[in-house]
C-alpha cells in the first residue's frame, strides 16, 4: 500500500469520515461491512480490506474508536490490516452491554449522569486494551484524524497518525486516543491521558464540537501533500465518503413540552440536538465545496434511519443492538444506499 501520488490528476484522494453517537456506531459499521464486501467482490480478493484503499479516515467518539480498529496493523505484517470490517462490528455486539452497564452504588450517586458520570469508564477501557493493547498512533497504517476537546486549554485536539510518525510529543497509545475520543459529557468521565512524552491531557469526545467531523477530514487533507513533493489536494481532486449513525428524526420535542425546561431538563435534549445540527450543517457545508468544485458525485453520505432501534447513545440491551444492526443491513440495502455503496466501491478501486 502506499499514500505517494504520481502526479497531481493521477487520482483522488480518498477520504472516510465517520460521526460520533455512542452504540449507534453499530449502524456505520455495518455498512462498511458491506462495503468491505463490495470491494472483495470487485477485487475478487476475499483479503481485502477497508484500509487497503482510503488515504485518510476520519471519527469522532465512537466513529474515532472505528477508525482506530480499521488502521490497526497486523503483527505479523505491519503494513497491513489487523481487523476486518466485521470484527470492528463484533466489538459493539459483544461488548455494548458492558461498556454501558453500571452498579447500583454508581445509579444512586449519579442520578443517571446528573450528578456525576452516568457508567464507570472501567469497562470500556478494558475492551479498549483488548482490542489495541501498546499499540501507538504512529504505527496505524494509514493517516487519521481522530477528535477530541482539551477542557483545560478549551481547544480542539486531533489525534493524527501522520503527526505522531513525525513527532513523539504527538503519539499516545491507540487505546488512549480511543478512550479520549468516547469520553462523552454525563456518560463518561473526562479522559486523563499522557503522550509518549509524558506530557498530560484533560480529554473530552470530540462530538462537542465536531460530531460530523467531515469538514475537518476535507481541511486536514487539504493541508496534506500525500508525499507527492507539496502538492495539496482540493475537493476537485478529493472523494469523500461520509457516514451518519442514525438520523434523529424521532427525538420530536413539543413546544408545549420545553417551554418551561430548566438545565437539568435540556441537559440530554441538548447533546442529540447538537449532534444532530452539526451533522446537517457539515453535510450542507460539504455539499456546497463540492458543488463550486463541480465535483458533486465526489462527495457521498449516508445518514441511516434508525428503523426500529433507540435513538438514545447508550442503549446496549440485546434488543437494540440487534435492532441496530438491522438498521445498518436495512441502510446498504436502500436502492439509493446500494448505489452509493457501488459507486464508492468503484471510485475506491478506481483510485487505488
Known amino acids: 500500500m502506499t499514500n505517494e501520488y504520481n502526479s497531481p490528476s493521477s487520482r483522488l484522494v480518498r477520504?472516510?469520515?465517520?460521526?460520533?453517537?455512542?452504540?449507534?456506531?453499530?449502524?456505520?459499521?455495518?455498512?462498511?461491512?458491506?462495503?468491505?464486501?463490495?470491494?472483495?467482490?470487485?477485487?475478487?480478493?476475499?483479503?481485502?480490506?477497508?484500509?487497503?484503499?482510503?488515504?485518510?479516515?476520519?471519527?469522532?467518539?465512537?466513529?474515532g474508536i472505528l477508525?482506530?480498529?480499521?488502521?490497526?496493523?497486523?503483527?505479523?505484517?505491519?503494513?497491513?490490516?489487523?481487523?476486518?470490517?466485521?470484527?470492528?462490528?463484533?466489538?459493539?455486539?459483544?461488548?455494548?452491554?458492558?461498556?454501558?452497564?453500571?452498579?447500583?452504588?454508581?445509579?444512586?450517586?449519579?442520578?443517571?449522569?446528573?450528578?456525576?458520570?452516568?457508567?464507570?469508564?472501567?469497562?470500556?477501557?478494558?475492551?479498549?486494551?483488548?482490542?489495541?493493547?501498546?499499540?501507538?498512533?504512529?504505527?496505524l497504517i494509514k493517516p487519521c484524524l481522530v477528535t477530541a476537546f482539551d477542557v483545560y486549554d478549551s481547544k480542539a485536539h486531533f489525534f493524527r497518525q501522520h503527526y505522531a510518525q513525525r513527532t513523539e510529543g504527538r503519539n499516545f497509545y491507540i487505546k488512549d486516543v480511543a478512550r479520549a475520543t468516547a469520553a462523552a459529557p454525563t456518560y463518561f468521565e473526562a479522559?486523563?491521558?499522557?503522550?509518549?512524552?509524558?506530557?498530560?491531557?484533560?480529554?473530552?469526545?470530540?462530538?462537542?464540537?465536531?460530531?460530523?467531523?467531515?469538514?475537518?477530514?476535507?481541511?486536514?487533507?487539504?493541508?496534506?501533500?500525500?508525499?507527492?513533493?507539496?502538492?495539496?489536494?482540493?475537493?476537485?481532486?478529493?472523494?469523500?465518503?461520509?457516514?451518519?449513525?442514525?438520523?434523529?428524526a424521532k427525538m420530536k420535542y413539543q413546544h408545549k413540552d420545553v417551554k418551561n425546561w430548566g438545565a437539568l431538563e435540556w441537559i440530554k435534549p441538548l447533546i442529540n440536538i447538537m449532534m444532530s445540527g452539526v451533522g446537517q450543517t457539515v453535510d450542507y457545508q460539504l455539499k456546497q465545496i463540492f458543488s463550486a468544485a463541480d465535483r458533486p458525485n465526489q462527495y457521498i453520505r449516508i445518514e441511516p434511519e434508525l428503523n426500529n432501534a433507540k435513538p438514545e447513545m447508550d442503549d446496549a440491551t440485546p434488543k437494540n443492538l440487534q435492532a441496530l444492526r438491522e438498521a445498518g443491513t436495512k441502510a446498504a440495502e436502500r436502492d439509493e444506499n446500494e448505489e452509493k455503496l457501488e459507486r464508492v466501491a468503484k471510485m475506491l478501486i478506481e483510485n487505488q
Not at 27 to 41: D, F, G, H, M, N
Not at 213 to 234: K, N, V
Open 191 to 248: 479522559a486523563k491521558i499522557t503522550s509518549l512524552t509524558g506530557v498530560t491531557y484533560p480529554l473530552i469526545d470530540g462530538g462537542v464540537f465536531a460530531n460530523n467531523p467531515t469538514l475537518c477530514a476535507y481541511a486536514e487533507a487539504h493541508q496534506m501533500d500525500f508525499g507527492a513533493g507539496g502538492y495539496h489536494p482540493t475537493a476537485e481532486n478529493m472523494m469523500i465518503f461520509s457516514l451518519g449513525n442514525g438520523n434523529l
Open 67 to 139: 477508525t482506530c480498529i480499521y488502521l490497526t496493523p497486523d503483527p505479523n505484517n505491519p503494513t497491513t490490516p489487523k481487523y476486518s470490517a466485521e470484527d470492528a462490528i463484533n466489538l459493539y455486539m459483544q461488548f455494548g452491554e458492558s461498556i454501558f452497564s453500571t452498579s447500583f452504588l454508581k445509579r444512586l450517586k449519579g442520578v443517571s449522569g446528573l450528578f456525576d458520570e452516568k457508567y464507570d469508564a472501567d469497562n470500556l477501557e478494558a475492551v479498549l486494551d483488548k482490542y489495541f493493547g501498546n499499540l501507538q498512533l504512529k504505527e
Open 15 to 63: 477520504i472516510l469520515s465517520l460521526d460520533g453517537g455512542g452504540i449507534r456506531g453499530i449502524i456505520p459499521a455495518q455498512i462498511l461491512v458491506s462495503l468491505e464486501k463490495k470491494l472483495q467482490r470487485l477485487t475478487h480478493n476475499p483479503q481485502a480490506r477497508l484500509a487497503d484503499f482510503f488515504d485518510l479516515i476520519a471519527g469522532t467518539s465512537t466513529g
